[in-house]
């Protein structure tokens, strides 16, 4: 019975897997990495399907952590992050290995405030709140900002992110360029040791608490923030100009952001008159030479492709887009690759 | 077997002892394979953390640091929240569970128990994501309004319910973790209870006793084993458990004598930072949390082990 069964078992994986060989004449690249552009890359992928069907996209949201390690590895063709990589990690590359940034997200910072007014914050102010040392809602500093609103006499209650993610990096990567404070006691990163507040499990579970909790504030990606109709505060950028967090100020955040020639770049608190100071890019990592030539070929056709027509389905799922100077520069680097 | 000659069931060969054979080995496989199976987690999980075993040794268990952008890692607060957590529900759960398997075996109306049960069961088969939904949008609003703003008016002079009062918390972890872990320590008892021959309680009856010492005298002590048993299967699944408590707990790595305040446990933390993880020590050090649930569940079994060792009391179902 027993062996029988074996054999048969085994005929049915050879046969699954000839069939699944036979289907597979289409060529399949695959990337892993970031979750917060996940949405995007499906979308292009999907899109560039029809247009060149001999190329099958797969791209799987394990976290930029993981696409660092993976493309390190070589396991998948291409990696994605929402961080830049770390000079230490770039360093374990056995090639040269290229950042190409994508497209650009906002963090928006929700509150649960008595009456939901329109608040406005400067960046030392929101890092002495999630430093714990302004802890009332109508502490002057906030007032002073806000001579309109009345602000209750209430704690605040800050929510942070639990799990490692590219949009706790960006937050924490302006507030450690706004306060000396922070950088010194805190710093920047996917996970940061916070000082004070709770922590809530992705932007679901920050909002969640942050509407549960009265007396709240957090920060959320500033799609979610949109596609849930959150309240958020308008933040002093870098010009002095209060500016809300819209794709618009993103962009323009980005196109005045100084973007150095590796394109490891941090844009927040950029100078742009109208920029939103709260925001980031997202990379894919891409080795500058191709081991396989097909493969290469077709991953670089695809690029093009993401900077000339997918860039236009950015703004429609919520992410901004590249401006034109920074898909010029880009799409210079995508055509150096070598295949 | 194989030599009784029946016409139903065909036998391969007459005589054959291919099926007796064959059985035996696929039985002691599937056993093997279980002791295979957690050898090879522990090793595998031994590998991944020797970095974070060598750079910070045993001071790895004591130190409350976790700090990713400096590189400094302890496992303090996680071990103390995932015990903390794990023993309120136990705390929480196991007088439930007992007493709804009394109920149901001992108490309740024939026509009413199989209904309860499937109640149960039908509560085992919620995932842990929806437990942790309900927990942050129904339970917690709940339980800063009014339980905790009670416990902390009439119990508040106990460190225990003192501190400030958000709903995200220990004792919340808690909670939902009683809940998720009451199926199994209800079935577990309840099946433990039914075991229990009707000779013993027929022949307390006899001797006089009421339905309360019956049940004590003849049942409970008879069950207690087992009941014990039955709780220390529902740690086991309280210590492990990962995506509900994170939705409610509040994920802050810190101890605090308040169950009001938040708290982090091990693996809530490693679902939490385990996909943004760059740097290697960081990486390592989550996989020496893992190691380390893998030695506090271990610990706690044996512990349970001991104990019921030490257990008067006989009745011949052994859990574990």
């Not at chain 1, 036979?22 to 029809?50: C, H, R, V």
């Not at chain 2, 220390?232 to 004598?257: D, F, H, K, W, Y």
Request: hydrophobic share 50%; glycine share 8%.
């Amino acid at each position: 019975m027993l062996p029988l069964k074996n054999t048969r078992f085994a005929l049915l994986t050879a046969l699954v897997a000839l069939s699944a060989t036979a289907a597979s004449a289409q060529m399949l690249i695959n990337g892993a990495g970031a979750t917060f552009p996940q949405q995007i890359y499906t979308k292009w992928f999907d899109e560039y399907q029809k247009i060149d069907p001999s190329v099958r996209f797969n791209y799987q949201g394990i976290g930029s952590g993981g696409g660092q390690k993976q493309i390190l590895a070589e396991t998948v063709d291409f990696g994605a992050s929402d961080g830049p990589m770390s000079d230490e990690n770039l360093a374990k590359a056995p090639r040269t290995l290229w950042h190409i940034p994508t497209v650009a997200g906002g963090v928006a910072v929700s509150y649960n405030v008595e009456g939901n007014p329109q608040i406005n914050l400067d960046g030392p102010t929101l890092a002495a709140i999630f430093l714990g040392t302004i802890t009332k809602w109508n502490d002057p500093a906030i007032a002073s900002q806000n001579p309109d609103v009345k602000l209750p006499a209430a704690d605040i209650v800050v929510v942070h992110r639990s799990d490692g993610s590219g949009t706790s990096f960006i937050f924490t990567d302006y507030l450690s360029s706004v306060s000396p404070d922070w950088k010194q006691k805190v710093g920047k990163g996917t996970s940061v040791s916070w000082p004070v507040g709770l922590g809530g499990k992705g932007n679901a579970g920050v909002a969640g608490q942050v509407k549960q909790t009265p007396g709240a504030i957090g920060y959320v990606e500033l799609a979610y923030a949109h596609q849930n109709k959150l309240p958020f505060a308008t933040m002093k950028n870098a010009s002095g100009t209060y500016t809300a967090p819209t794709l618009d100020s993103v962009t323009a955040a980005l196109a005045a952001a100084t973007i150095p020639e590796d394109f490891r770049f941090s844009m927040v608190n950029s100078p742009g008159a109208a920029a939103y100071p709260i925001c980031g890019a997202t990379w894919l990592l891409v080795y500058a030479e191709q081991k396989d030539h097909v493969k290469g070929e077709k991953l670089v056709q695809f690029l093009k492709w993401a900077y000339s027509e997918g860039e236009k389905d950015a703004a429609g799922l919520d992410y901004a887009p590249l401006p034109d100077a920074v898909i010029k520069r880009a799409l210079d680097r995508v055509q150096s690759i070598k295949y | 077997m194989s030599k009784t000659p029946s016409s139903t069931s065909p036998l391969p060969e007459p005589g054959s002892r291919f099926p007796d054979f064959a059985f035996k080995w696929v039985a002691a496989g599937a056993a093997t394979m279980i002791v295979i199976l957690i050898v090879m987690v522990g090793w595998q999980l031994y590998m991944g953390s020797r970095l974070a075993l060598s750079h910070f040794g045993f001071g790895f268990l004591w130190s409350s640091e976790w700090d990713p952008v400096q590189d400094k890692y302890g496992a303090l607060p996680f071990i103390f929240g995932t015990l903390v957590s794990s023993l309120l529900a136990l705390l929480i759960a196991v007088p439930l569970g007992v007493a709804t398997a009394i109920f149901l075996t001992e108490l309740a109306p024939l026509r009413l128990r199989q209904p309860i049960v499937m109640a149960i069961e039908m509560l085992a088969a919620v995932p842990s994501v929806i437990f942790g939904l309900w927990g942050i949008f129904v339970l917690i609003p709940w339980l800063r309004d009014h339980l905790f703003v009670w416990l902390k008016r009439y119990f508040g002079f106990l460190p225990l319910f003192q501190g400030p009062i958000y709903g995200v918390s220990m004792l919340a972890a808690g909670i939902v973790i009683a809940i998720m872990i009451l199926p199994i320590i209800t079935s577990i008892s309840r099946e433990i209870l039914r075991s229990v021959p009707n000779l013993q309680r027929e022949a307390a009856y006899a001797l006089g006793a009421t339905r309360w010492e019956v049940l004590k005298i003849a049942v409970l002590s008879y069950a207690r084993r087992g009941l014990f048993g039955a709780a220390v299967l529902g740690l086991g699944r309280a210590l492990g458990e990962t995506m509900a408590v994170t939705m409610v707990i509040g994920n802050r790595p810190q101890i605090s004598a308040s169950l009001f305040a938040p708290g982090y446990t091990l693996a809530s933390v490693i679902a939490n930072e385990f996909t943004e993880a760059t740097s290697d020590l960081y990486l390592s050090s989550l996989f020496e949390l893992g190691l380390v649930l893998l030695g506090v569940a271990i610990l706690v079994n044996a512990a349970a082990q001991l104990m019921l060792k030490s257990m008067t009391g006989s009745g011949p179902i052994k859990v574990n």
